[in-house]
């Protein structure tokens, strides 16, 4: 299986910062990275996929960047609706596997 | 706009079978997706259980692989999950989610969307 392993774990932020978050996976995905949204008691939905290809209606204040086997998932400028946890998520092989989460809070 | 419905029992009891069927509305199970289930235990992270082609062919997570099996049935656009020997470890929130295949640039590209809201299972006697 491809581990998928991201960090941090959590992060506290203030509206308006730059957050970075970054995802490694055990061996090279080449770009079969997708990242999603999860907020408290929702489904996760998809922001990004094949490692920078923003979903429709995601805001472009997030970008993701990569290839091989690290990737980044930025948000230039923090609104108080992305405090949530975000997952990275493998598709290069099945298993399909995700990363532990990077979870967002208010500072 | 596809929609996923997650439906089933919210309780398990140990050494039981857990089952769970999602019904895909707005779209065809037919269309060249896979359909996968997924499970995250309270206050943990995403596991993918499985995936099925609207042919029957599928995917299994190894680790579940021996006690897991999916199903579709394409007269009523549903897809289901069953579980078996549960624990309390299986006590997680289980979501059902298209496996959308895009190809891009000549690249085939895969990922979850949508996903249902999801459906918490406890197994608890």
């Known amino acids: 299986d491809i581990q998928m392993t991201q960090s941090p774990s959590s992060l506290s932020a203030s509206v308006g910062d730059r957050v970075t978050i970054t995802c490694r996976a055990s061996?090279?995905?080449?770009?079969?990275l997708n990242w999603y949204q999860q907020r408290p008691g929702k489904a996760p939905k998809v922001l990004i996929y094949?490692?920078?290809t923003l979903q429709s209606g995601v805001p472009s204040r997030f970008a993701g960047s990569g290839s091989g086997a690290d990737f980044t998932l930025t948000i230039s400028s923090l609104e108080p609706e992305d405090f949530a946890t975000y997952y990275c998520?493998?598709?290069?092989?099945?298993?399909?596997?995700f990363g532990g989460g990077t979870k967002v809070e208010i500072k | 706009q596809v929609q996923l419905q997650e439906s089933g029992p919210g309780v398990v009891k140990p050494s039981g079978t857990l089952s769970l069927t999602c019904t895909v509305s707005?779209?065809?199970?037919?269309?060249?997706?896979?359909w996968s289930w997924v499970r995250q235990p309270p206050g943990e992270g995403l596991e993918w259980i499985g995936e099925?082609?609207?042919?029957?062919?599928?995917n299994y997570n190894p680790s579940l692989k021996s006690r897991v099996t999916i199903s579709v049935d394409k007269s009523k656009n549903q897809f289901s999950v069953k579980l078996n020997s549960v624990t309390a470890a299986d006590t997680a929130v289980y979501y059902c989610?298209?496996?959308?295949?895009?190809?891009?640039?000549?690249?085939?590209?895969?990922?979850?969307?949508?996903w249902g809201q999801g459906t918490l299972v406890s197994v608890s006697s």
């Open positions: 099925i082609y609207h042919s029957g062919s599928t």
């Open positions: 061996q090279s995905i080449y770009t079969y």
């Open positions: 989610a298209r496996n959308l295949r895009i190809t891009m640039s000549g690249v085939l590209r895969n990922w979850f969307d949508p």
């Open positions: 707005g779209g065809s199970i037919s269309s060249n997706n896979w």
């Open positions: 998520q493998q598709s290069y092989t099945t298993p399909l596997t």
């Open positions: 094949a490692t920078s």
